[in-house]
C-alpha cells in the first residue's frame, strides 16, 4: 500500500509506479469522505489533462466520488485546471474540484489536484483531513456521473477580460506552445477569435509530450523561441501543463523570466487599464514587482512561500494581483487561482496597446525599476541535517555577510537577508522534502552567486554560524 501525502501541489506518482487505479480510487474515496463530511455543497467538478489514460482515470475517480452522494460533473474533453476551477467558482452548489493532472511534471508522472469551492486552493487541514481518511484498499462502490463542458462558458469569460477588439486591430503574429498540456487548441481558438495570425506548437494529443517537460523553462522552450525568430512573430506564449501558468517570448526569441512578467503585467493593469490595489507577492519573488508596485503607488503585502499564503490574503484586500516567484499569476477580479491563459491575453493587449516590440517593454522596465539578477539552488540535505537547519534557523542573525551588514532580517520563512543596494538572499527548509532553497538577487552577478554560496555555507554546515556572527567567506 502506497503512502499518499499531499503537499500544496497536489500528489504525483509514476505511472509504472504508485499512479494506478487502486491508488486513484482510494484519494479520491478520501476526498469524497472529506467533501460529504464538511457538507459545503454537493457538486463536484471533475477534470483531466493529455496525459496517459487521462479521461479514463477522471471517469474512475469521478464514480469514486458519486458513491458518495456527491453529484459529479467530469469535463467532456481535456481542460486546464483555471477552466474547472472557474467553473466551480461559478457554482453555488459546488464542494470542489478535482482534477487528474501532474502539471509541469514529464509525461512518466500522473496526479491528482484539488480546488475548493471558490476554485482556490484547499486549506492543509482539510488535506491532513484527506491523509487521514485514505483507505488501505480501494472503495469498490461506484455511482453515476454526468459530464459537463468545462471550456465554453469559460472562455466566454475570457474573452470579457481583455480588449478583443484592440487586439485584433494590432495584427499580431503569435507562436503558441500549449506544450502537450491542458491548454491545448482551447487557447488557439481564442486568439484567432481575436483576430491573431497563430501558429500552435506541440498542440496536438501526445501522452508522451514529444520527450518535451509541460514546464514553460530553457530547454523546453527551446523550439519555441527558434520558430519565433523564424517567423519573425511579436511575441511566444508557452503555457504550462495544466494551464495556471504561462511564460512569453520576445520578438528575439528570448525568454521573459517570471521575474520581468509579473511587474509587466502589473504595469499594464495600472497603466494600461487604470486599475488599482494591493499586490501580494511572496518572499521568495524578485524585488522587482516590490519595486513597480511602490513605483505605481500600491501597497505590497510579502507572505511565505506557497499560492495558498497568497491567497489568504486574497480573502481580507483589495487585491488587484497576488504574484508567486515561479510566475504564477492570479488576478481576483477573474479567479482566485493563477490562471496562465489570462496572462497571454493580458500580455496580447499590452502589446496591442503601446504597439511596441515586447523587448522595448522589457528594457523599460529594467529603466523603471533597475536591474536585478535572480537564482535559485536546490540543496539536498539528510533527515538529520534537515531537522537541524530547521531548528537554528530562526535564532541566525548574522551582522555581516561577504563583507556587507543586513539592514532587514525576516525569519517568516528560514532566513532572508535584505541590504541597503536592494539585495538580498533567503535560505527556506523545503515544507516536503529533506531540501534548502537558498534565492538571491542583486544588481550584478557575482554579487548574486557570493550571496548564494554564503547562505549555502549555513545549509552544508550550520556549525559555521552562530547567533549574531559573520558569514564564512
Known amino acids: ?95 470542489g474540484v478535482f482534477m487528474l493532472s501532474a502539471s509541469e511534471s514529464p509525461c512518466e508522472y500522473g496526479g491528482v489536484l484539488a480546488r475548493r469551492a471558490d476554485g482556490g486552493p484547499l486549506a492543509p487541514a482539510f488535506l491532513r483531513d484527506v491523509e487521514r481518511l485514505m483507505m488501505a484498499d480501494p472503495l469498490d462502490a461506484r455511482g453515476e456521473v454526468g459530464r459537463i463542458d468545462a471550456m465554453g462558458p469559460y472562455l466566454a469569460h475570457l474573452a470579457t477580460m481583455v480588449d478583443l477588439d484592440l487586439i485584433a486591430n494590432a495584427h499580431l503574429r503569435v507562436v503558441l506552445d500549449p506544450m502537450y498540456g491542458a491548454v491545448n487548441g482551447h487557447l488557439y481558438k481564442l486568439l484567432e477569435q481575436a483576430g491573431c495570425s497563430v501558429t500552435e506548437l506541440h498542440g496536438e494529443p501526445r501522452e508522451d509530450f514529444g520527450g518535451i517537460h509541460p514546464e514553460p523553462v530553457e530547454p523546453w522552450t527551446d523550439e519555441c523561441e527558434q520558430v519565433v525568430v523564424y517567423q519573425r512573430a511579436d511575441i511566444g506564449l508557452v503555457l504550462d501543463g495544466d494551464g495556471d501558468r504561462a511564460t512569453l517570448i520576445d520578438e528575439h526569441g528570448r525568454l521573459v523570466s517570471p521575474h520581468n512578467l509579473t511587474p509587466l503585467i502589473l504595469g499594464h493593469l495600472v497603466e494600461g487599464r487604470g486599475e488599482r490595489g494591493h499586490v501580494v507577492t511572496t518572499l521568495a519573488s524578485s ?108 535564532g541566525l542573525n548574522p551582522a555581516e555577510v561577504m563583507g556587507m551588514s543586513p539592514v532587514a532580517v525576516n525569519h517568516a520563512e528560514g532566513l532572508r537577508l535584505s541590504f541597503a543596494d536592494g539585495s538580498w538572499t533567503m535560505l527556506r527548509p523545503s515544507r516536503n522534502t529533506y531540501m534548502a532553497r537558498v534565492y538571491a538577487e542583486a544588481p550584478t552577478r557575482e554579487k548574486r552567486d557570493a550571496l548564494v554560496e554564503a547562505m549555502a555555507t549555513i545549509a552544508h554546515d550550520s556549525r559555521l554560524w552562530r547567533s549574531g556572527g559573520d558569514a564564512k567567506k
Open 1 to 95: 500500500m502506497a503512502i499518499i501525502r499531499f503537499t500544496p501541489y497536489g500528489w504525483r506518482g509514476r505511472f509504472d509506479d504508485d499512479f494506478n487505479e487502486d491508488n486513484v480510487v482510494r484519494i479520491a474515496a478520501a476526498f469524497g469522505g472529506a467533501w460529504t463530511h464538511r457538507n459545503v455543497g454537493d457538486r463536484i467538478y471533475v477534470g483531466y489533462d493529455g496525459r496517459y489514460r487521462g479521461e479514463a482515470f477522471a471517469l474512475l475517480a469521478g464514480s469514486v466520488l458519486a458513491s458518495f452522494g456527491l453529484d459529479v460533473k467530469v469535463a467532456e474533453g481535456v481542460c486546464p485546471l483555471p477552466a474547472l476551477a472557474w467553473t466551480a467558482a461559478h457554482d453555488d452548489r459546488c464542494a
Open 287 to 394: 524585488v522587482r514587482l516590490e519595486r513597480q508596485a511602490e513605483r505605481l503607488g500600491l501597497p505590497v503585502t510579502c507572505v511565505p512561500v506557497g499560492f495558498d499564503r497568497i491567497y489568504g490574503e486574497l480573502l481580507e484586500d483589495d487585491v488587484l494581483m497576488g504574484a508567486e516567484e515561479y510566475g504564477g499569476i492570479c488576478i481576483p477580479s477573474h479567479l482566485w487561482e493563477r490562471d496562465g491563459m489570462l496572462v497571454c491575453l493580458l500580455a496580447l493587449e499590452m502589446l496591442a496597446q503601446t504597439g511596441a516590440p515586447l523587448s522595448d517593454s522589457v528594457d523599460g522596465l529594467a529603466d523603471k525599476v533597475g536591474r536585478m539578477d535572480y537564482t535559485r539552488r536546490d540543496i539536498r540535505l539528510d533527515a538529520a541535517a534537515a531537522s537541524s537547519l530547521a531548528n537554528i534557523l530562526p
